[in-house]
């Protein structure tokens, strides 16, 4: 190898390990948001929202939320027009959270907020609870039955819910196929 091919290799190469070393070694409290949440003032707001249809509205409403600066996790039921908000209440209030502008196409309305004192371990279970492997052999039937195939914008969905442990939301989502299917 050529002399000059091994200095910038060496550095990219330290360079990786000692960012691995960061990134895997766990030294500082913080989630993947940024918020520390063994100290964090977490709180948990409880929302009727209005306007959710579908798992699309649920996802809109999800991932709005979850890009404002302070919240830690979210979800959404369009079944029961309903969500929940963990925020740090240090860096975002509720009613700013309310003021989001995807609120707009979707108004909340606060029913609830209280100390939140659960650990939060974003995808923290990777073993799928046994009632909602059920429900996913159920859709893969009433699929296979039906010889039809999940659209891909709704199993992306499904997938990053599963492979995050979001189990809550994959059962919204499962809910409300099921529910499409057993209506037509």
């Given at each position: 190898m050529q002399k000059n091919i091994l200095i910038p290799l060496s550095i990219i190469i330290a360079s990786a390990v000692i960012g691995g070393v960061l990134i895997f070694s766990g030294g500082?409290?913080?989630?993947?948001?940024?918020?520390?949440?063994?100290?964090?003032?977490l709180r948990k707001v409880d929302l009727e929202i209005k306007?959710?249809?579908?798992?699309?509205?649920?996802?809109?409403v999800v991932n709005s939320v979850k890009a404002l600066?302070?919240?830690?996790?979210?979800?959404?039921?369009?079944?029961?027009?309903?969500?929940?908000?963990i925020y740090d209440g240090e860096q975002i209030t509720k009613e700013e959270i309310i003021l989001a502008s995807i609120f707009q196409s979707y108004p909340a309305r606060i029913l609830d907020d209280q100390v939140y004192s659960d650990s939060v371990e974003v995808g923290q279970s990777q073993t799928i609870p046994?009632?909602?492997?059920?429900k996913l052999n159920l859709l893969a039937q009433k699929l296979q039955e039906r010889g039809v195939k999940l659209e891909q914008f709704?199993?992306?969905?499904?997938?990053?819910?599963?492979?995050?442990?979001?189990?809550?939301?994959v059962d919204n989502i499962l809910n409300n196929f099921l529910?499409?299917?057993?209506?037509n």
């Amino acid at each position: 190898m050529q002399k000059n091919i091994l200095i910038p290799l060496s550095i990219i190469i330290a360079s990786a390990v000692i960012g691995g070393v960061l990134i895997f070694s766990g030294g500082d409290e913080n989630n993947s948001l940024g918020v520390n949440t063994a100290q964090a003032n977490l709180r948990k707001v409880d929302l009727e929202i209005k306007n959710m249809f579908c798992v699309g509205c649920s996802a809109s409403v999800v991932n709005s939320v979850k890009a404002l600066p302070g919240v830690v996790e979210a979800d959404a039921d369009p079944s029961t027009d309903s969500g929940w908000i963990i925020y740090d209440g240090e860096q975002i209030t509720k009613e700013e959270i309310i003021l989001a502008s995807i609120f707009q196409s979707y108004p909340a309305r606060i029913l609830d907020d209280q100390v939140y004192s659960d650990s939060v371990e974003v995808g923290q279970s990777q073993t799928i609870p046994p009632e909602i492997e059920q429900k996913l052999n159920l859709l893969a039937q009433k699929l296979q039955e039906r010889g039809v195939k999940l659209e891909q914008f709704l199993q992306d969905e499904l997938d990053e819910a599963i492979s995050g442990g979001y189990w809550g939301k994959v059962d919204n989502i499962l809910n409300n196929f099921l529910r499409t299917y057993e209506q037509n």
